[in-house]
């Protein structure tokens, strides 16, 4: 599997030491609440476990996958959702967790969702964003790291459903898509 990375762009010691930075701020922002932790499923997964570890105000979990539709219906932000959350969102604060933000279409329509739902506040917290790559105007209130406009894997980001157990974040070789 390490083979198979071209370069590592943040290794595990700077995304650690980032998430512990991201925990202490969250911390005051939230002092005195008890937000709605929610992750988005499934690249958020590692992010969002390291990252409530770093937080010190009490709180609660909460899961969500969904998946955007087809490439013709994508511009509108549409997204399915193929897991919801297990409990309302009606007067909480919550806090969305996101792996990286792309094109930004995904977040809006879950950021939309969730203020339909009546939630008290939303804010967003992503540890990778891609900003060369947004298609609306959107940004996280809380951002880890800013990276160029490549395909990345590791830290919980796939490539088709592998490297999300590396520690790090990195890029393929060009030959893992081609073979
Ligand atoms: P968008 O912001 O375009 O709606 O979608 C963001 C989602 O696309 C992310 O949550 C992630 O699942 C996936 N994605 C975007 N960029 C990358 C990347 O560089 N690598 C991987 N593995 N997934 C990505
Ligand atoms: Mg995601
Ligand atoms: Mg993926």
């Known amino acids: 599997m390490q083979n198979d ?10 995304i650690q030491s980032k998430i ?15 937000p709605l932790v929610i992750c988005v499923l499934k690249g958020a997964f590692i992010f ?21 539709y087809g490439v013709s219906t994508k511009s509108s932000g ?7 959350l297990d409990a309302s969102v009606e ?3 919550v806090l969305i967790v996101e792996d990286i933000i792309d094109s930004g279409l995904t977040l809006t329509h879950l950021i939309e969702l969730l203020k339909n739902r009546n939630a008290n506040s939303v804010c967003v ?4 964003d891609k900003p060369a790559r947004r298609t609306v105007n959107l940004e996280a ?12 894997v590791g830290y919980g980001l ?6 999300r157990n590396l520690p790090y974040i990195g890029i393929l070789k060009p030959e893992i898509y081609t073979s």
């Open 141 to 152: 209130d809380y951002t880890g790291f800013t990276l160029p406009d490549a395909f990345v």
């Open 125 to 128: 917290v992503t540890l990778f």
């Open 78 to 84: 549409v997204v399915k959702i193929i897991k919801d």
């Open 48 to 68: 969002m476990a390291d990252l409530v570890k770093s937080i010190t105000v009490p709180l609660e979990l909460d899961f969500m996958a969904v998946s955007s």
């Open 20 to 34: 512990k930075e991201l925990g202490a701020q969250l911390s005051v922002k939230y002092e005195g609440k008890n």
């Open 158 to 163: 796939d490539y088709a459903e592998h490297y």
């Open 91 to 93: 007067g909480r604060d």
């Open 5 to 14: 990375i071209q370069e590592v762009l943040i290794s595990e010691e700077e």
